[in-house]
């Protein structure tokens, strides 16, 4: 089975801080997504990757920066947290077009 | 207006019924997505397709490309079942080929 893991599912943070979130899969995809998830907005795209060192904005990059130094890793970085990214954020890899496995998600609190 | 629109918001249901979720798309796809989230967040893909219909156990999905409409069915509702079920499309949009476009979901709830 396809495993994607996430670093932490809960985490509290203060605005300002530089907060990393990670996201691991075990199955060699070379597609790998971030989105946040809100109340009444659903799922928007933050960042996509289609290969190592790769990466595209998506809908709402606004705030955030990723990384992706190694196939199987895909970090989503706040270089400055902020209150309205309180949100529950979720990682996801495919292999190009096929369907999608996501991870558990993150619940970020920023106070 | 949003691109995938699903109805209802909101459905509670007794154990036993039928349901179904309806899912409508206003842009050009190569697949529909049926994905299901549990209380907790962990998102489950149900359904890839394409054309047709696709059965699964209890749950039966149907895409109508023509009219631009998707439904998913679930058979002998259970409380398990209590889930958001999400809609999502694949395409080509600019540059972002295969990229998911997401409904709102729609939270089920199913009383014993």
């Known amino acids: 089975d396809v495993k994607v893991t996430q670093s932490s599912r809960y985490l509290v943070k203060r605005t300002g801080e530089k907060v990393f979130l990670e996201c691991v899969q075990d199955?060699?995809?070379?597609?790998m997504f971030w989105y946040r998830q809100d109340p009444g907005l659903g799922l928007r795209l933050i960042y996509f990757s289609y290969d190592v060192k790769m990466k595209e904005k998506g809908d709402i990059p606004e705030g955030y920066s990723v990384s992706r130094e190694k196939k199987e890793r895909f970090s989503l970085i706040l270089e400055s947290a902020s209150t309205n990214q309180t949100s529950m954020y979720l990682c996801?890899?495919?292999?190009?077009?096929?369907?999608?496995?996501f991870g558990p998600g993150t619940r970020l609190t920023v106070l | 207006k949003n691109e995938v629109e699903q109805s209802p918001q909101n459905l509670t249901a007794q154990e036993g019924e039928f349901i179904t979720i309806n899912c409508s798309y206003s842009v050009g796809i190569s697949a529909l997505h049926w994905l299901q989230q549990h209380p907790g967040g962990g998102i489950v893909s149900l359904f890839m397709?394409?054309?047709g219909k696709k059965k699964h156990g209890r749950l039966i999905a149907t895409i109508n490309i023509q009219e631009k409409h998707s439904s998913l069915h679930i058979t002998a509702s259970h409380p398990r079942d209590s889930a958001v079920y999400i809609c999502?499309?694949?395409?080509?949009?600019?540059?972002?080929?295969?990229?998911?476009?997401f409904g709102k979901g729609t939270k089920l709830s199913v009383k014993p």
């Open positions: 397709l394409s054309s």
């Open positions: 996801a890899s495919r292999i190009w077009t096929d369907t999608q496995y």
């Open positions: 199955m060699d995809h070379e597609n």
């Open positions: 999502a499309v694949s395409g080509n949009y600019g540059g972002s080929q295969g990229n998911l476009i």
